[in-house]
């Protein structure tokens, strides 16, 4: 069974940088294009970023476009997502997701519990 599970979250101050990881248990995240997703309260899911199975292509929402870098470190088995210049509109519970192609297409398939990031001075 995937399971996925993120870190890296927390409370920084506007204009700061957070690095989130997304990481797999008996699973090779490479297999698959990742997903990044947030959500604030009240708020639909956004999703913001993704990256391909071979790191050939990325994707970004227009809302981090410029300020997130979305990445992978193999050695590792995670996907980083790299945030600067952090606004308080940031602020949200953020997800990763696994895609069930090796390609960034429309469909998720597994998701991790999330984690919280708080951008607020």
């Known amino acids: 069974q995937v399971q996925l599970g993120e870190s890296g979250g927390g409370l920084v101050q506007p204009g700061g940088s957070l690095s989130l990881s997304c990481a797999a248990s008996?699973?090779?995240?490479?297999?698959?294009?990742i997903h990044w997703f947030r959500q604030a309260p009240g708020v639909e899911r956004e999703g913001i970023s993704c990256?391909?199975?071979?790191?050939?292509?990325?994707s970004y929402a227009d809302s981090v476009k410029g300020r997130f870098t979305i990445s992978r470190d193999n050695n590792k088995n995670t996907v980083d997502l790299q945030m600067s210049s952090l606004k308080p509109e940031d602020t949200a519970v953020y997800y990763c997701?696994?895609?069930?192609?090796?390609?960034?297409?429309?469909?998720?398939?597994?998701w991790g519990q999330g984690t919280q990031v708080t951008v607020s001075s």
């Open positions: 990256i391909s199975a071979n790191s050939g292509s990325t």
């Open positions: 997701a696994t895609d069930r192609y090796y390609f960034c297409s429309g469909y998720q398939q597994s």
């Open positions: 008996a699973f090779n995240l490479d297999t698959y294009a």
